[in-house]
Structure formats: C-alpha cells, structure tokens
C-alpha cells in the first residue's frame, strides 16, 4: 500500500506566501517524478510543477517566478513554496508521485486527497 499525504493548507491575504508539503509511504522501490496540481471549482485539473528525482523542474507559466518546488528523496517528500500568491491561486492542490514497485513493469501514479489554498483579495 502507499500513501500520499499533503498538508500546509490554509488561507491567505493575496501577497502572502504558503508552504506545501507532500509525503509518500509505503513499500514501493523508487519515486519517479513528484508533482503538484491545482483543480479549481468547475474546472479541470492541471499542472503546477513538476520534480523529477534528479532535480529537473516544470512550472506552469502562471506560477513561473513566485512558485518553487523541491524534494527530499531520503524523505519521500516534495514541497512548493508559494510566494506572492494571488486570489486566482485559490485551489485544492494536489500531490502526484510516480511511483517504481518490484511487481510492476511500469511505474504508477499515486495521487493525494488535495489540500485547499484559499487566497482572500
């Protein structure tokens, strides 16, 4: 079985900043790529930033600049630290982690519950 559990949520005045974090467990062999995603109300899912194990990133063009993530691979962890964040930010964020297991020929993606950011104006 593997977890994967965010926190950090909350609300925020726009302008502020929030810290997420996101740990995976259980027994698997390896984390490919971590990543977060927002969904909006009404709206689809879609891409934050990405982190590969190696350390290469992909952020969404919205957030370029005021976003950053990074991971802990000894922990199993990845954060996004969230600068000037603006009332278009308000969200579920969402952890991903690809996941390597010894029972499988490809690699699966585990998703967390999702953590509310809300940003007040």
């Known amino acids: 079985q593997v977890q994967v559990v965010e926190s950090g949520g909350g609300l925020v005045q726009a302008g502020g900043s929030l810290r997420l974090s996101c740990a995976a467990s259980?027994?698997?062999?390896?984390?490919?790529?971590m990543g977060w995603y927002l969904q909006a109300p009404g709206k689809q899912r879609e891409l934050v930033a990405t982190?590969?194990?190696?350390?290469?990133?992909i952020y969404a063009d919205s957030v370029k600049g005021r976003f950053t993530i990074s991971r802990d691979n000894a922990k199993n962890t990845v954060y996004l630290q969230m600068n000037n964040l603006k009332p278009e930010d308000t969200a579920v964020y969402y952890c991903?982690?690809?996941?390597?297991?010894?029972?499988?020929?490809?690699?699966?993606?585990?998703w967390g519950k999702g953590t509310l950011v809300t940003v007040s104006s």
């Open positions: 991903n982690a690809n996941i390597k297991h010894i029972w499988s020929k490809n690699a699966m993606d585990y």
């Open positions: 259980g027994s698997f062999i390896s984390i490919n790529t």
């Open positions: 982190v590969t194990s190696g350390g290469s990133t």
